[in-house]
């Protein structure tokens, strides 16, 4: 084992960690690629492209063994584009130092979220934390008024854990229902109340809290960019948006949402909602600019974190709430591969 880590560490790599979570992760863009050969039934990638991909790595990112995400970028894209980001280097070498782990894990914490972003981030109806009890202003309360609290709320509640991913734990559940004694007992919870959405957004599918993902960068100059935007909504009766839980998704560029949404691996699923029928060209959102906006003013608001992905929300009256933030790793290579890429040059 000596020798091996010896080799590693010679070959560029800090330790055995650092060397296998490069060897996965292009293990699995090796493994999309072929994916998405195989959908489209012919490669972009040939051996001259291939070589101007490599040289382009070793010329941006110090080593050509970067080449695999960016070719399975480009095979998902049609062409090999400049600027792009292999995901990586985002992963082990860009997102280390945009957003410093310890800062970055306080984006998963949602039981603080009301406080960090008041006014923006949904307002819970309770909280448990340490196993206690809290109301939204912190104030310690029992069982049996958190239990009141359910039952006054009345209609459908949302229960998240603290460092749930990708909207896996959520549990949706009528407030009569709820049994203290069986809640997860190994997580603290934000309870909120379910959110009625805008019409039109419950009308392209009312299954699922339909979110904009907005992907926010603080600048070396200290300014706020907004590098991408695009609307996520649920299919098939799932009940959360997420593209990793087989949702889709429409980019929205200048303003305008495309007229034809995509899948996780980045393929177009159509121009109207596979279950509601809703043309998504019939989308109109008069909020946009607040929407960018609000994103902007709430990453100053914490700008030890310089890259930021917003999930937010329209509400049946329009207001726009965040539902979350994600600063540990947004998801970046479906969204840089399809619609970027995010920086013009090395971001570093």
């Given amino acids: 084992m000596n020798r091996k ?26 493994d999309i690629r072929e994916r998405i050969v195989k959908r489209k039934g012919v490669a972009v990638v040939d051996k001259k492209l291939l070589k101007i991909i490599k040289e382009y ?7 050509a063994d970067y ?32 957003n410093p782990r310890p800062l970055a894990m306080l984006s998963t914490i949602k039981t603080f979220d009301h406080r960090l972003f008041d006014g923006f981030a949904i307002k819970p109806l309770a909280i448990r934390i340490s196993g206690q009890y809290y109301d939204s202003n912190q104030n310690k309360i029992d069982q049996a008024k958190f239990k009141e609290l359910l039952n006054e709320h ?34 603290d919870l934000v309870i909120q109340p379910r959110v009625e959405q805008y019409e039109q957004l419950n009308k392209l599918y009312p299954h699922s809290v339909n979110t904009f993902r907005v992907f926010s960068y603080l600048s070396p100059a200290g300014n706020v960019e907004i590098k991408a935007v695009l609307l996520r909504f649920g299919v098939g009766g799932s009940r959360i948006d997420n593209i990793m839980s087989g949702g889709s998704y429409l980019p929205l560029k200048n303003g305008v949402l495309n007229s034809v949404s995509y899948d996780g ?14 043309i998504f060209e019939d989308l109109k959102f008069p909020f ?48 840089e591969a399809k619609i970027g890429p995010f920086w013009n040059e090395k971001p570093v």
């Avoid at 790595?57 to 080593?63: A, E, K, P, T, Y």
């Avoid at 480009?74 to 990586?88: A, H, S």
Wanted: charged share 25%; proline share 6%.
């Fill in 5 to 30: 880590v010896g080799k590693i560490v010679r070959g560029g790599f800090e330790s055995f960690e650092n060397w296998r979570n490069y060897t996965n992760s292009r293990k699995k863009a090796h």
């Fill in 57 to 63: 790595s070793l010329d941006i990112f110090g080593s």
């Fill in 67 to 98: 080449w695999p995400w960016l070719a399975t970028y480009t095979e998902l894209r049609g062409r090999f584009m400049e600027g792009w980001v292999p995901d990586d280097f985002y992963t082990y070498e860009l997102i280390p130092l945009l």
């Fill in 154 to 187: 009345g209609t459908e509640v949302v229960i998240k854990k603290d460092g749930g991913p990708s909207g896996r734990g959520i549990i949706f559940i009528d407030p009569v229902n709820v049994q203290i004694e069986h809640l997860p007992d190994d997580f």
């Fill in 265 to 278: 691996l980045g393929f177009e699923t159509g121009k109207a909602h596979p279950d509601t029928g809703f």
């Fill in 288 to 335: 946009i600019n607040e929407l960018l906006d609000n994103c902007k003013k709430a990453h100053l608001k914490f700008p030890y974190l310089r890259f930021v992905g917003w999930d937010v929300c329209i509400t049946k009256g329009g207001e726009l709430k965040l539902i979350e933030w994600n600063a540990r790793s947004p998801t970046f290579w479906r969204y």
